[in-house]
């Protein structure tokens, strides 16, 4: 059951193994396409907090292939709301995912897990084409990133975040063309600073941002509804939560003039 293809130092790669029947009972739900998602394949940016409450959703629904990038280290105060064991703390987080969610798999799902950021990827040219990908990081210079380079390459990124004090999180759909993150947030491109280390974090509004990202990945492989492209959830408040079709933004410094021609 544990067929590891390939390990090394920064990349694993693991294979899961089909469960006849496993699907049965979501291949009744009204657009949903068992084939178009197993044949899918899904680049997660990141293999934290945000990440461990969607990748095993994709997982368990059967994606066709996961990518994880992520080069930091488990932490005992990471397990209260990310995807790891006691055994994994000292782990990286990206390489250690992989292992977990393997065994998570209902079908012949090939999870490949990189130790390295985005930035680190695009550097090293490796190959990050997918059909959607997925921003679940935590500071905005790897937001800005992820628009940037997955619209160069024309794949939908869905940004995925929540708050500092866990009251509330957004999720926000950057479509192949179109409005992007920062026609959402247009201080994002000018934001270098990184979040201090132990900031609170729990995982309840994970799981709430972290279904409807995991939803929006449905929307733009099949025929699954989507009326908005920005949505937003509070816990305590229902009146705080809100559904948008965000419109592009006139002067938007995402993309450079000459390279965008939507923002
Ligand atoms: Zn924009």
């Not at 929307?219 to 920005?230: E, F, K, V």
């Not at 006139?250 to 021609?261: D, T, Y």
Request: hydrophobic share 40%; net charge neutral; charged share 25%.
């Amino acid at each position: 059951m544990q067929r590891a293809y390939t390990v090394s130092q920064t990349s694993i790669r693991l294979k899961g193994k089909a469960v006849p029947g496993a699907e049965d009972r979501q291949r009744l739900i009204p657009g949903f396409d068992q084939a178009a998602f197993s044949k899918a394949s899904v680049c997660c940016v990141g293999a934290g907090g945000i990440i461990s409450h969607i990748a095993p959703t994709l997982i368990r629904k059967g994606i066709g292939k996961l990518m994880l990038l992520d080069r930091d280290i488990v932490e005992p105060s990471n397990l209260n709301r990310q995807r790891f064991y006691e055994k994994d703390v000292g782990k990286n987080k990206a390489l250690a995912l992989t292992e977990n969610l393997q065994r998570e798999c209902i079908a012949a799902t090939e999870i490949t897990g990189l130790a390295l950021r985005l930035e680190e990827a695009i550097d090293r040219r490796i190959d990050l084409s997918c059909d959607a990908a997925i921003c679940g990081v935590d500071n905005n210079p790897a937001r800005v990133a992820a628009s940037r380079f997955f619209r160069t390459q024309g794949i939908p990124v869905i940004f995925a975040a929540v708050s500092r004090g866990g009251d509330h999180g957004y999720v926000f759909v950057q479509d192949r063309h179109g409005p992007c993150i920062a026609c959402l947030f247009p201080d994002m491109t000018d934001d270098d600073r990184y979040p201090c280390p132990g900031t609170p974090a729990i995982a309840d509004i994970l799981q709430a941002v972290g279904a409807l990202a995991a939803y929006s990945v449905d929307t733009l492989l099949m025929a699954r509804a989507r009326a908005w492209n920005y949505r937003r959830i509070s816990l305590a408040d229902g009146a705080l939560d809100g559904a948008a079709m965000v419109p592009d933004r006139q002067g938007c410094r995402m993309f450079a003039p000459e390279s965008n021609e939507h923002c």
